[in-house]
């Protein structure tokens, strides 16, 4: 029984999505954590700032690929909050 390798997040993602500002939910699904991380990272990383309007957070392809890069510091590397903050 083989099994073909899964898709990456960037991969699934919508060609529309391309290129255009992503949501909260979006960008978690990106990045593979929960949107609740997204907002706790964004609390104490000063460098995390996704544009606002209003109560709703409009991720670029830049902040993706910033939180992308802390995700990996945190979960691969394993690297604390401040350590990261301190890194960046």
């Known amino acids: 029984m083989s099994r073909e390798p899964t898709a ?4 699934r993602r919508p060609a529309a999505m391309i290129g255009a ?11 593979e954590v929960p949107p609740h991380v ?5 609390s104490r990383l000063s460098h995390i ?3 606002k309007r209003g ?9 993706i690929e910033l939180l992308r890069r802390v995700r990996r510091l945190l979960h691969d590397e394993g690297f604390t909050l401040n350590g990261v ?4």
Do not use: K, M, N
């Not at 997204?38 to 964004?42: K, N, P, Q």
């Open 85 to 88: 903050q301190r890194l960046l």
């Open 8 to 11: 990456t997040a960037e991969s």
């Open 38 to 42: 997204l907002r706790f990272w964004e």
């Open 55 to 63: 109560r709703w957070r409009y991720y670029r392809a830049r902040d």
């Open 21 to 31: 500002f992503c949501t909260i939910g979006e960008a978690a699904y990106l990045v």
């Open 49 to 51: 700032q996704p544009h």
